[in-house]
């Protein structure tokens, strides 16, 4: 009887601990998990931590303070083009002996009117300086790349459905790759032969234009090419 009694509690331990090696090997499977990324890649829960940390959260920040930075200039815009509105229509010679009451409901009227031309006026400027821009930049290439470079072969090529780069130096290096290569590793051999040159001198190989976010308006491509001089 007491041999029996000796083997039964000798026995529960081992029950004890079935559920913890369960645990342990659900744990060992939880950490081998990987989350599929929309880029395909498949990683684990650090590298998809670590990916969030160092790579989204900062574009995303990023993107934040752009946003707010132009809703701010938007409401400053708008909030000035609305008084000016008001002073104008307020002000007008026709309104002078008019009475305060109808004045006022006359200024209530006219003035959003008022301050939608003022706002179709700054975007009418705006392009203007940016088209000034952008072909400032299109002179500068032209005279970086000689004839090489062609101005009408860049504008008709960017506005194909299916061009996807809107920065013209980064067009004209990937339609003329080979060429823009060789003239890297000549200008490079140059600066090797000996002598004085202001010319770029560096040895390592160029690298190919890549396929970037490409920006929505010609405003936003001649930001990004005022980036660039």
Known sequence: MEETKDQVQTDT???????????????????????KLPDGREVSGDDLYKEHTEKLLPEFTRRSQEL????????????RNKRTAEESVAQNKLLENVDPSVR????????????EALGQRDKAEQVKRDNEV?????????????SKFNRVEILRK?????????????LYQKLHWDEYLDDAIK??????SGGVSTENTSTEAPKKPGESTPPKTWGEASRRAIGRL
């Open 13 to 35: 331990p081992a029950t004890e601990q079935a559920p913890q090696e369960q645990s342990t090997s659900e744990q060992v499977v939880s950490e081998s998990k990987l989350y």
């Open 68 to 79: 707010a930075e132009y809703k701010r200039q938007t409401q400053e815009t708008e909030a």
């Open 104 to 115: 006022d409901a006359i200024v209530q009227i006219v003035s959003p009117v008022i301050q």
């Open 134 to 146: 952008f072909n400032n930049r299109l002179t500068d290439l032209e005279k970086k790349y000689g």
């Open 158 to 170: 960017m506005q194909e459905p299916t061009n996807e780069i809107y920065d013209p130096e980064v």
């Open 187 to 192: 200008n490079a051999m140059k600066g090797k």
